[in-house]
Nanobody
């Protein structure tokens, strides 16, 4: 499956952004979908994941209650709604896909083998 992320940009602290990641190829509903981010000089870190059917989500502690991941299986797209943004949320955000069975929701970057190209999110304080 190929992934194309979009929706990044520059926003003030406290603002919101919605990232999108469109998939092509593959059978979309076979894949768990995750968002990761990487700030300069730091390792790539897990942000959120959604299960194949969209009923199960997990979040990093740092974004829980502020971010929401969702998917539209008819549009083959996964979203990341980011509210109450902070300067420390600034990073390149990547979407990723992993073919899984049942409701497995991987949270480690090492478990994913399909990655989008990344979209920059910059939060000014």
């Amino acid at each position: 499956v190929q992934l194309q992320a979009s929706g990044g940009g520059l926003v003030q602290a406290g603002g919101s952004l919605r990232l999108s990641c469109a998939a092509s190829g593959g059978t979309f509903t076979f894949y768990a979908l995750g968002w990761f981010r990487q700030a300069p000089g730091k390792a790539r870190e897990f942000v959120a994941v959604v299960s194949r059917g969209g009923n199960t989500q997990y979040y990093a502690d740092s974004v829980r209650s502020r971010f929401a991941i969702s998917r539209d299986n008819t549009k083959k797209t996964v979203y990341l709604q980011m509210d109450a943004l902070k300067a420390e949320d600034s990073a390149v955000y990547y979407c990723a896909a992993r073919r899984v069975i049942l409701t497995h929701t991987p949270t480690s970057a090492d478990e994913y083998d399909n990655w989008g190209q990344g979209t920059q999110v910059t939060v000014s304080s």
